[in-house]
Every structure is written in C-alpha cells, then in structure tokens.
C-alpha cells in the first residue's frame, strides 16, 4: 500500500551520479513509500534525466502505477509515488544506446517479490562503456541473485552498441515469495578462465591483435579465447575476460574506441585480471555495487521462518559509488550496512536494523 510521507534525497551526494535515482526509485516501488530526488546527477557534465535514466523512470512507474512529477529530459527533480507492484508482460525503448542493463535493474527489484511471473524487454544499448555489459549481467550478477530466491533469465535478442543503440534484451523473471540473503566470502575451487572478444562491423584484425595481447600475457590457449563477429547496427568492440570459481564469476570488461588501440584495450583486462587474481577476494567493485541493493531488501524484510536476512559479502575494494549507494540504502531501508577492511580487501555486511525507516 503507498504512504503518504516523502522521502527526499540529494541526488548530489556521494558520487552523484544516476545510480542514487535508480536505486531510490527501485526502492520506492518495492516498498511503497514515495521518494522525492532533488540535485539528480548533479555531478555529472550534464546534470539532470537523459534519456535512459528518463526510460527507467517510466518504466518502474509502469509497474507499481506511480505517479510521477518532474519526469522530462534535464529535469533535476522528480517525485515518485507508487501504488502495489503489476507484474506481466512489459516493453520499453529507450531510443538511443542508452543502457538497456541500467532500465532493466530499475525495474528487477520490485518485480522479484511480486505476485506473479513477468517479462520486460528493454530495447537500448546492450553493450556500453558506462553500464554493465549483459555478459556481466547474465554471468556475474544473475548467479547470485538467483541464489535468493527468484529464478531470473536474461537473454539478448539484438547486440546495441554505442552510438547505434538498437540491441534487445529479454528478461524473464520468476518471483520468490521472499529474498533469501546470502554470504560470499569465499571463491572457492578456481574453475578456469577464458576470453570473448565482440566485433561488430569493424576489421577483424582489431580481434585478432587483442587476442594475441590477452593469449600472452594471461597465459590463455587458443581455444580459452573466442572471436565473435556479431551483427548490430553500428560499430562495437569490447573484450571480455571471465574468471570462473565455485562460487562466483568475475568479469573483466575492456570497450574498444576511438583513439585506444586493440592493444591498449586487451591491456586494460589484462590489467584487470591481474588485479583480482592478486587478491583473495570473491566480489570485484562493480558486482560489490550490485549486490547491495538485494541484500538490503532481503535484511529490510519482515522475518520468515526458515529465509535469512541479508548477508555479507567480500571485496577487492569499495568504491565512491559503493559507498554512496550504502548511504542511500540506509537512507530508505531499515538496514545497517558495516565494512570492515581487511589485509587483501573488505567485507560488507548488511544486516537488519533495529530502528526504523528514515523519514
């Protein structure tokens, strides 16, 4: 049921970027409470809602039936009312290479507890410098979240590159009735590591070169590296390195572009991989900043018997945006988020608070 107290957040804080109206707005339609965002991405060159972050915006009003105020392209304030969660059949175009990963985690949240079965298909970039790649989605981030509960199924129908746009994603999302929180301390046994590299409308020799780069300096065989020519509407090419362990993926993504060579780019990953493999822990940054918003929604739960409140996990390192986001997840959830540093990292753990929501 919607409450009538608004919540405000300053979307200047922190890093400032999108993520704090993404993550308020995820928040908002999983609980109900209505949020009101002010400064949005005032620290970005060009504040304000660009097209994506407008998309998502309309998207997650779709599903819960909120009422929106300030939702227009460069609006720096919005206000975000919602009604209970609808699951079913959705689809949303961004109508640029925005990214289609960012709408379709805006919209996850809610839909992972709700009532019923959905699909969203988002139409956008697939495949950008500045958001989760659907690799990253399909084998890092999904993985664990399906550990909670949901059984969450992506695929890609049409790659986007930037600046073309134009791919498609599908999501196909079974909910739970509750989100079962989780640890990831540990990697466990290493399972192997391997390479793809995407190429889309350029020489192929682009491939070729970063293959060469990554087969020797990450010790990789011929066959643990794929070349994938792919079909899309403009150019793209990105390297992906993924290191597979028992518990958890990591992957490793370097975006091809103008002015960086197929050298500079597989040095990047190499770079990377070697980070991570130098340390013992399980979570890298970027899936450290993804697992906090389940976790904290599985804490923020009622208790049910047999389902663990959130969780903790441990990474290589905790970022400006990690840590901005633990501030608006303690902002709106009743959750205590601790990090605690460690010789080769930190661990984050989320926890249930004993008082209640900000307000």
């Known amino acids: 049921m919607p409450h009538s107290s608004i919540t405000t957040i300053d979307g200047s804080q922190g890093e400032g970027g999108g993520q ?148 498609r994603i599908v999501l196909d999302i079974q909910p739970a009735k509750q989100l079962a929180g989780f640890h990831l301390c540990e990697r466990g046994a290493a399972m192997g590591q391997t390479a793809r590299i995407l190429i889309s409308n350029l020489p192929i020799s682009i491939a070729q070169r970063e293959a060469d780069k990554l087969k020797r300096k990450l010790q990789l065989k011929d066959d643990d590296v794929l070349i994938d020519p792919v079909s899309a509407h403009g150019p793209g090419n990105l390297v992906f390195a993924e290191v597979r362990s028992e518990h958890v993926t990591e992957i490793v993504t370097g975006f091809g572009r103008v ?15 070697r980070k991570y493999l130098a340390s013992t822990a399980p979570v890298g940054e970027y899936l450290a900043d993804q697992l906090l918003l389940p976790l904290g929604l599985s804490a923020s739960q009622p208790p049910a018997c047999g389902v663990a409140r959130g969780g903790s996990f441990r990474t290589l390192v905790v970022s400006r945006h990690t840590r901005t986001h633990i501030d608006i997840l303690q902002a709106l959830l009743p959750v205590e988020i601790e990090v605690t540093q460690e010789d080769d990292g930190f661990v984050i753990a989320v926890r249930p608070s004993d008082v209640g929501t900000a307000s």
């Not at 989605?137 to 986007?160: C, D, F, I, W």
């Not at 002015?259 to 991989?273: F, K, M, N, P």
């Open 20 to 167: 704090i109206l993404r993550s308020s707005v995820a928040i908002a339609a999983v609980t109900g409470r209505p949020v009101h965002i002010e400064n949005i991405r005032a620290g970005r060159s060009k504040p304000g809602l660009m097209r994506q972050h407008l998309t998502a915006m309309m998207a997650a009003a779709r599903i819960c039936n909120a009422k929106l105020t300030g939702a227009e392209l460069g609006s720096c304030e919005l206000t975000f009312e919602p009604q209970s969660v609808s699951p079913g059949f959705y689809e949303f175009k961004i109508g640029t290479a925005g990214s289609a990963t960012l709408v379709l985690q805006t919209v996850l949240p809610a839909l992972l507890t709700a009532d019923g079965a959905s699909q969203v298909i988002v139409e956008g970039g697939t495949h950008n410098q500045w958001a989760p790649p659907f690799d990253f989605l399909t084998h890092a981030y999904l993985p664990q979240l399906n550990r909670m509960g949901p059984v969450v199924h992506a695929s890609l129908e049409r790659y986007g590159f930037f600046p073309a746009g134009g791919g």
């Open 259 to 273: 002015g960086a060579s197929a050298e500079r780019v597989a040095d990047e990953v190499v770079r990377g991989v």
